[in-house]
């Protein structure tokens, strides 16, 4: 679709022949192809320092994982740009993989994934939760709209009188 869109674009998973993964990936460090689609495997073994955008077309397994990939732009001191597309899908989708896997891995993945959409859904800035996250502290004072929220921060409303109605309606119905 990229490349129908006149995007110089290669893809780089499992399913190529080693020869055209290795050709395209030449081709990206070599600056004769401007984006790669691949899985994040490809994405851990590059070490180009000036790419300028890491695109997640769904919500990362965890946060680690994110940090690590979202790493991989900007390298050079220049500026690096990470975007994520993410829906409720994504989790049913994660999910759904982890079934049938033993119960602690489950639940190991479980709470990796919750950490992540918590950090998805957050209206704080993004760069001060996930450095909280590691242990680290930031004074998001000091973001300069460098993440989303920061640059648009959420409307912000009192909502005690719907959530006061809500509760009502629960116990008005006896919880049914």
């Known amino acids: 679709q990229l490349v129908a869109n006149g995007i110089n674009a290669l893809p780089y998973h ?3 022949d080693s020869t055209t993964r290795a050709n395209n990936q030449d081709a990206f460090l070599y600056e004769t192809v401007n984006v790669i689609v691949a899985t994040i495997a490809f994405g851990m073994g590059i070490d180009k320092p000036d790419v300028r ?6 919500i990362p397994k965890s946060l680690e994982g994110y940090y690590q990939e979202t790493g991989r732009a900007g390298r050079d001191g220049g500026e690096g740009n990470c975007v994520t597309f993410y829906s409720y899908d994504d989790i049913l989708k994660m999910e759904k993989f982890m079934k049938g896997k033993p119960v602690a891995e489950q639940e190991v993945g479980k ?5 992540t959409v918590s950090y998805s859904e957050t209206g704080g800035c993004r760069r001060k939760y996930i450095l ?5 502290s930031f ?3 000091n973001c300069n709209g460098m993440c989303d929220n920061c640059r648009h921060p959420k409307t912000k409303f ?5 959530v006061a109605l809500v509760l009502e309606t629960v116990k008005a119905v006896k919880e049914k």
């Not at 009192?158 to 719907?162: M, R």
Request: no cysteine.
């Open 14 to 16: 499992a399913g190529l």
């Open 53 to 58: 955008f890491v695109i997640h077309y769904d």
């Open 111 to 115: 709470q990796l994934l919750e950490e």
């Open 132 to 136: 909280h996250y590691f242990g680290e």
């Open 139 to 141: 004074d998001d004072s």
């Open 158 to 162: 009192d909502g005690t009188e719907d």
